[in-house]
């Protein structure tokens, strides 16, 4: 992630086709976070922040359907777990993906 500025090339976690997001904040290896996104059209308190995760976010389909999992676990794991729905989230929520993810629905554009 060597952009400061990317475009949505798909609509994805709330946000519309063609949305600019921009880079806020990058991270070092000791966080849990790459880099955080937000939308340069709108007031930055009102709408979510994208975060890019080297860690895919929620789980797989195997780790879902597991008949050996615990109910333990999924407690443990409760906050990474953030079905997506289509609808709007909210100004105070992250949407956590891996830069693979995101690079699939955006493209880099030039200052």
């Given at each position: 992630?060597?952009?400061?500025?990317?475009?949505?090339?798909?609509?994805?976690?709330?946000?519309?086709?063609?949305?600019?997001?921009?880079?806020?904040?990058?991270?070092?290896?000791?966080?849990?976070?790459?880099?955080?996104?937000?939308?340069?059209?709108?007031?930055?308190?009102?709408?979510?922040k994208?975060?890019?995760?080297?860690?895919?976010?929620?789980?797989?389909?195997?780790?879902?359907?597991?008949?050996?999992?615990?109910?333990?676990?999924?407690?443990?794991?409760?906050?990474?777990?953030?079905?997506?729905?289509?609808s709007?989230?909210?100004?105070?929520?992250?949407?956590?993906?891996?830069m693979?993810?995101?690079?699939?629905?955006?493209?880099?554009?030039?200052?």
């Amino acid at each position: 992630m060597s952009h400061d500025t990317y475009k949505l090339t798909e609509s994805f976690g709330g946000f519309s086709e063609g949305d600019i997001l921009d880079v806020t904040a990058r991270f070092g290896d000791w966080h849990t976070y790459t880099a955080e996104l937000e939308p340069r059209s709108e007031p930055r308190a009102t709408t979510p922040k994208v975060v890019i995760t080297d860690d895919p976010a929620g789980f797989t389909e195997a780790e879902i359907l597991d008949p050996t999992a615990r109910i333990g676990d999924w407690h443990e794991y409760d906050l990474q777990f953030t079905p997506e729905d289509g609808s709007d989230a909210a100004a105070d929520e992250q949407i956590a993906v891996t830069m693979p993810e995101f690079e699939a629905v955006s493209e880099p554009v030039s200052a």
